[in-house]
């Protein structure tokens, strides 16, 4: 028997974009330009082995958001306690708009989104560059 899932993630996404601040890829392009603004790139590792990345953009995959946001948390990134605003993105927008609410629900702010996430910047022409990853010692 298949589960009874009340609330779908069309509707936790149309929830968090009522409730959280989403920009336009060219928004984002010119926000960036500011040193008080962190874009967080919250795709998993392959992808942005895959696709590239956001020049200067701070990775924190979505599954350590929370850990990485809480100051009393063990996993606690100094990044999130600093004084600016936070843009999320993922690869189409809809991870990113989760991310931000949940980042938003906890006290960070202020925080954003992207709207149609890392396709729709690199669709306006923003800068992207090639991930290499670091390679081990040995």
């Given amino acids: 028997m298949p589960q009874d899932i009340h609330t779908g993630i069309k509707a936790l996404i149309d929830e968090a974009n009522a409730e959280i601040e989403t920009l336009s890829a060219a928004e984002a392009i010119q926000a960036a330009q500011d040193d008080g ?64 609410k949940t980042a938003q629900d906890m006290g960070l702010k202020p925080v954003a989104h992207v709207a149609g996430g890392f396709a729709a910047w690199r669709d306006a022409g923003g800068p992207v560059e090639k991930y290499e990853p670091k390679k081990p010692k040995g």
């Fill in 37 to 100: 603004v962190v874009i967080v790139d919250i795709r998993d590792p392959r992808e942005i082995e895959r696709d590239g990345r956001i020049p200067g953009a701070f990775s924190c995959t979505r599954g350590m958001l929370e850990f990485w946001i809480d100051p009393a948390s063990p996993y606690a990134k100094a990044i999130f306690q600093e004084d600016k605003k936070f843009i999320f993105h993922c690869a189409g927008g809809l991870r990113s708009a989760l991310a931000a």
